[in-house]
């Protein structure tokens, strides 16, 4: 998380749910922050099952909802919202398979790039 890399992508079909889609990309016992969409008891079964804790940002109309914890988390989340923010969220072609491979492709692509920066910034401290 702290270098921005992407160590893993999936690319979904329209109809399937941020919460769907979290059991292709869900990490292994680790901490996960995560927006609105991910707030629901579907996505914290995965999350329970793979070991992970969530730190998603509730909806205003949950119980428990404490803005200071979610202010907290955005603060946190903030930097590496771009990673994202940066892709293009249109497929090109028509098909799964060859949505996936742009997904796949955008992600390697994003990774190199900044690889390259990560080796100039340590370039630069020595």
């Avoid at 992407?6 to 399937?16: D, G, H, Q, R």
């Amino acid at each position: 998380m702290k270098l921005g890399l992407l160590t893993k992508a999936a690319v979904t079909p329209a109809n399937i749910t941020d919460d769907q889609g979290l059991k292709h990309i869900c990490p292994k016992e680790t901490v996960v922050f995560a927006d609105k969409g991910y707030c629901n008891k579907k996505a914290f079964l995965i999350l329970k099952q793979n070991g992970c804790t969530s730190r998603a940002i509730l909806k205003n109309n949950m119980r428990g909802k404490d803005f200071e914890r979610d202010r907290l988390i955005s603060k946190q989340r903030t930097p590496y919202e771009r990673v994202l923010s940066k892709q293009s969220k249109k497929g090109r072609c028509i098909g799964i398979a060859k949505n996936q491979f742009q997904g796949f492709m955008q992600a390697f692509v994003h990774n190199f790039k900044r690889l390259i920066s990560i080796h100039d910034t340590v370039l630069q401290e020595f």
